[in-house]
């Protein structure tokens, strides 16, 4: 795609309005699936080619890089959707026949938090029974984190898992016999059967870090969890609930502190008697 748009063309003949040009023409051109492209994969496409003029300066290939003189597309990373809790039965009951091998992959994301990609790509080898965690690799960050077993996620491997080699993938595509590569499109068809609207697979990811903000676990745990490097990223799900709220607002309350220290007092003496 990129080859193909600057084909023919110099690093000096690429000036700022081509990359302009470039950029809107991806913007209204529609993808494969005939469906509207996104401004956050045009945006990662200028990000290569940005990459490719750094590198060509280091090389002395040419001397500047037209997309430092390009405005970025405004993307919005606010968009914040998890799975409900009245939308998982149905999302579950929708999992069967042609979309049954959706049910222990969703199950899993949704209890592990596990990237798309680090799910699909999981094998027999990085899941440890004994210490109960599964070792995530090829993750965003670069850097393997262990992930904790839930007594429904341990089940769930543990079936998967037996009879397989060492090697082998924990889920696998019965109509290939290796790897799923993607399921967005089985998803989609089962979010729309389920009547569920404007969820994607990602979600999933965020429905684990959602329901772990909501028991009370701080941000820093649910980002060791979620291989998050900055727990900045962490607050979405560190939400204050309803429950949440009207608790600390009855903590303003001079009878309500009182009451606290007293009950704090008591334990101490109990502990320390």
Known sequence: MIRSFFSGKSFRDVSPLLIEKFK??????????????????VSLELALVSRIFSLAVELGETDKNPCSRVRKLKLDNQRYRYLL????????????????HLLDLVSI???????????????????????????????KAGKNREVQMNSEVRGILLRLARHKRFGDYVFVNPKTGTRFKDIK???????ELAGIE???WHDLRATFGTRLGEAGFDAFTIAQLMGHSDVRTTQRYVRATELNK??????????????????????IVAVSA
Do not use: M, W, Y
């Not at 809107?24 to 994969?41: F, G, I």
């Open 24 to 41: 809107s023409e991806r913007l209204a051109t529609p993808t494969k699936h005939e469906t509207t492209r996104s401004r956050t994969t």
């Open 85 to 100: 809790p009245e939308e998982e039965p149905r999302l579950k009951e929708t999992l069967t026949g042609q979309r049954e």
């Open 109 to 139: 994301a949704i209890g592990t938090g596990l990237r798309k990609n680090e799910e699909l790509s999981l094998k027999v080898e990085q899941l440890d029974f004994v210490r109960n965690v599964i070792i995530a690799t090829r993750t």
């Open 185 to 191: 499109h089985s998803f989609q068809k089962a979010c």
């Open 198 to 200: 404007g969820l994607v």
């Open 246 to 267: 009207r608790a600390a607002v009855e903590a303003a309350l001079l009878g309500h502190n009182l009451a606290t220290r007293e009950r704090k007092a008591s334990t």
